[in-house]
């Protein structure tokens, strides 16, 4: 029985914001926003000034016009020769180049944004350029041609990188043996000086693709190439040179392939958008576009904004009776999982793993859905057979396939615990729509009323010298009012008879638990 998989792509368009979510099977996958105000820059080049050089790091501060200073390190400026050579010379060539060989404060220089700016930190940057369209991405002065890993299949992979390398031939005029293999084809070009304008990586959307495509794509990339260098000759410094595509056309671009069954959209405008961008990189999808015009929001299909909010909660139900903890800190994130009730030896092993094989799946979602990126340790129940081991990590690798960022995963430690690194380019969804909570300074926890009412007893009995009143007055929480004239009220007539000063309270409504103000009166 042959599995289908079916895929939609919501996309919800306000004056605000747009939010784009891939749903597959009628599960919510992942959740990509997008604020009018607050637009992601990756993929925008900028022609930018180099602002300080820092030789002990290799890396120098970039100004780009934003208010923080961009960040860019030696290994993203290095020259392509190094990159042709093997790993070893790479890292060889990257210690023994001092950062201020290649760059000098006060120099102008062409940068493309490759990471957000993430928290206190500016955007990453990188002067190997890159530039997407539909199937290709374009490397400008970077002779290299490589396929997609997700494209499997090897005939295709040779028929695709033939089609790139016989229109470089023909516009060139240069005639080589078709019997010859594709890695002898690319060296002959790059010895002709063919490649040195730039190379390709042929994307995933291109499996089936006609060389007719295929060439269009190369036409488009070199002329918005040539408009970008054009821009940079004229402009002032800092400037951006080039913006990539607004989010519902990114989707478009990158998001939309043969699977793809369609494209619901909820604004007129931008439907209107997505059929002539397709129209002109999509035509086979024009059909699978539609506008959404019901009355019922288009997020609340397949439960989506109850999904979104789901996402924002660190513990996760588990259909088996177990749950997931996830908790995000600055350096990492952890997931913890936990079995249900314990149920008895014997069928307790098998719960075990029927748990951490179920978490696998809902673990690579939520990593796509949250966009967690950087560090993150999985600590699944502990199994002693290491058949139920190998089963739990081949299942994670089997759905972590389906993850369109980068990852590297590590084996299962005797703790039970994984390692993985996921490539994140943008705020995960937490920091997207969340803020650190100034009650608990994103700690998650509240002092007790208790740990309160000792605080304010410390406080006063220490600054007791500095108040020059007839008598203090306790400004706090309901509960921390209460608990001062309940339990507390033995300890409060002993300072109260320490100071000399009768002590009187107010409670003020909109204090949280752990704020409270002494006021000499």
Known sequence: MTYHMSEEILINVSPQETRVAVVENGILQEVLIERKNKRGLVGNIFKARVSRVLPGMQSAFIDIGLDRTGFLHISDIIDNEAETQDSDKVVTTLQNTSIRAVLQEGQNIMVQVIKDPLGTKGARLTTRISIPSRYLVYLPGHPMLAVSQRIEDVEERDRLQRIILDHHRNSKKITVNSDMDIQENIDILDTAGVLNNGGFIIRTAAEGASAVDLQKDIEYLYKLWNETQIAGNDTK?????????????????????????????????????????????????????????????????????????????????LKSG???????????????????????????????????????????????????????????????????QRQVLRSLEKHLERDTSKFII???????????????????????????????????????????????????????????????????????????????????AELEETLGKPITFQVEPYYSQQQYEIVPL
Do not use: W
């Open 237 to 317: 410094t800092p400037e951006i040179l080039y913006e990539d595509l607004s989010l519902e056309l990114r989707t478009m671009r990158d998001y939309v392939h043969h699977g793809v069954e369609r494209v619901r959209i909820d604004s007129k405008t931008s439907y209107e958008n997505a059929v002539n961008f397709s129209a002109k990189f999509l035509p086979e999808f024009l059909g699978r576009i539609e506008h959404y015009s019901a009355e019922r929001p288009l997020l609340e299909l397949y439960s989506v904004e109850d999904e979104i909010q789901k996402s924002l909660n660190s513990k996760i139900q």
């Open 322 to 388: 177990g749950h997931l903890v996830i908790d995000q800190t600055e350096a990492m994130t952890t997931i913890d999982v936990n079995t249900g009730a314990f149920v008895g030896h014997k069928i307790h092993e098998e719960t075990i793993y029927k748990t951490n094989l179920e978490a696998t799946q809902t673990i690579c979602r939520q990593l796509r859905l949250r966009n967690l990126g950087g560090i993150i340790v999985i600590d699944f129940i502990d199994m002693a057979s290491s058949e139920h």
């Open 410 to 492: 590590s084996e299962l430690t005797s703790l039970g615990l994984v390692q993985l690194t996921r490539k994140r380019t943008r705020e995960s969804l937490e920091h997207i729509l969340c803020e650190t909570c100034p009650t608990c300074d994103g700690r998650g926890k509240l002092k007790t009323t208790e740990t309160v009412c000792y605080e304010i007893f410390r406080e006063i009995i220490r600054d007791s010298r500095q108040f020059d009143a007839e008598k203090l007055l306790i400004v706090a929480s309901q509960q921390v009012i209460d608990m001062l004239m309940d339990d507390e009220s033995i300890n409060l």
